[in-house]
């Protein structure tokens, strides 16, 4: 079964950029067909899809966001990575990464990630 994990720092500043890892077990991340993606939640707000890496590297992003986000990965790590620049207190919440093929199957615990001076 897959699991996930995500890290980063709990804390980041306005303007910054804002970086996130998920490291993956029970699986390789190259799993045919698999979508590799990245959800947050912001306070008493709903979920809200950022982005996601496929199987084959391609890259699909939110449009709201596509100017700040980027999603990458590491194969060899079998990681994948958020990274989101010029943050603002509304990107204040938290960060799951998530998986699966046509849907989400397997979720991270997510991690909270306060945008504050």
């Known amino acids: 079964q897959v699991q996930l994990q995500e890290s980063g720092p709990g804390l980041v500043k306005p303007s910054q950029a804002l970086a996130l890892t998920c490291t993956v077990s029970?699986?390789?991340?190259?799993?045919?067909?698999?979508?590799w993606r990245w959800i947050r939640q912001p306070p008493g707000k709903g979920l809200e899809w950022m982005g996601a890496?496929?199987?084959?590297?391609?890259?699909y992003y939110n449009p709201s966001l596509k100017s700040r986000t980027s999603i990458s990965w590491d194969t060899s790590k079998n990681q994948f990575s958020l990274q989101l620049s010029s943050v603002t207190p509304e990107d204040t919440g938290v960060y799951y990464c998530?998986?699966?093929?046509?849907?989400?199957?397997?979720w991270g615990k997510g991690t909270l990630v306060t945008v504050s001076s």
């Open positions: 890496i496929g199987y084959d590297g391609n890259t």
């Open positions: 998530a998986s699966g093929g046509a849907g989400v199957d397997y």
């Open positions: 029970g699986g390789s991340i190259t799993i045919s067909h698999y979508v």
